[in-house]
């Protein structure tokens, strides 16, 4: 059975990048589950933007379409690899390295195309080779198990618990979160706990009015970059918030309670002013440890 592949060759005029060699570049078509088109067409844009040399718009466009989470891989790691050519056009070596590695934690054997400018290259080579064994595993083994609680108590804190299946080096899982559905999230770590699970107590909103808590959990790397998660910013988990239950009230009592705490010393009359406790022993003498206790209250 023969199977027939096609690809979609797109040709694309070069402004290189300095030191780099004009030439064609080939854009093989994206055959994994589709992008979303928004963000699909935003990368390809991005790409046009870089070879026109207008590097800061195709950067801020590249950061856009990969903030939303739902590239495919391949579009993700060509988004990747362009933004950091973005830059190291703009002088941004750290922000390339930083980059390149996002790449390489998602594709630990990606390779720069032959003809690459030797800057790009060069700094390509030293991130790589800078990559230790545990950081350089595929995105795609990395799995959060999260379930989000059923319902909530307004003015009351949610504890949130998470579990990873591995964490990178130096890698965190974050909780982003905010109450109602408008407004700016707030930011958590979750706690570490045994056996790869992780925890997080979200504090109260201030006042009971707010109905509903909305979060999305991160997994950030060590460069505090966005490596994998639980929801997302546009597609939060939302938790319903209960208005808490008021506490019943105490029936007022109609009278004096009085509590008495009495050891059976036998033969012991205590004398106040007005008070005269007086102790006996029950009519039979069975040492039980039992007595009656007479009160008599004087003027």
Known sequence: MMLLMIFTLVKIGLTPLPGTVPGTVFLMADHEPSSSAEQAKQVDQAIQLYYDGRYEKALKLFKKALSSQRLTKIRTIGALQYLAYCEIALGDQQGAIRTFRRLLILKPEFRLPAGTAPKIYSLFKQVKASMPRHDTQPL??????????????????LILRAKTNMMPKGGQLLVRY????????????????????????????????????SYFICLIDSDDN??????????PFEVPLTPPQEKPKQAKSSGTSYHWWLWPVVGVVLVGTGLVVGLTL??????????????????
Request: charged share 20%; no cysteine; hydrophobic share 30%.
């Open 178 to 213: 905010r109450y109602g559905t408008t407004g700016q999230y707030s930011r958590i770590q979750m706690e570490a706990g045994p056996h790869d699970t992780y925890m997080a107590t979200i504090p109260p909103a201030l006042g009971n009015k707010t109905n509903t808590l």
């Open 226 to 235: 966005k490596i994998g998660g639980a929801g997302s910013k546009e597609r």
């Open 282 to 299: 029950a009519k039979d003498n069975t040492p039980t440890g039992s007595a009656h206790v007479h009160f008599t209250l004087g003027d």
């Open 140 to 157: 795609a083994r990395l799995a959060i198990s999260h379930e989000a609680p059923k319902v909530g108590v307004a003015g009351k804190s």
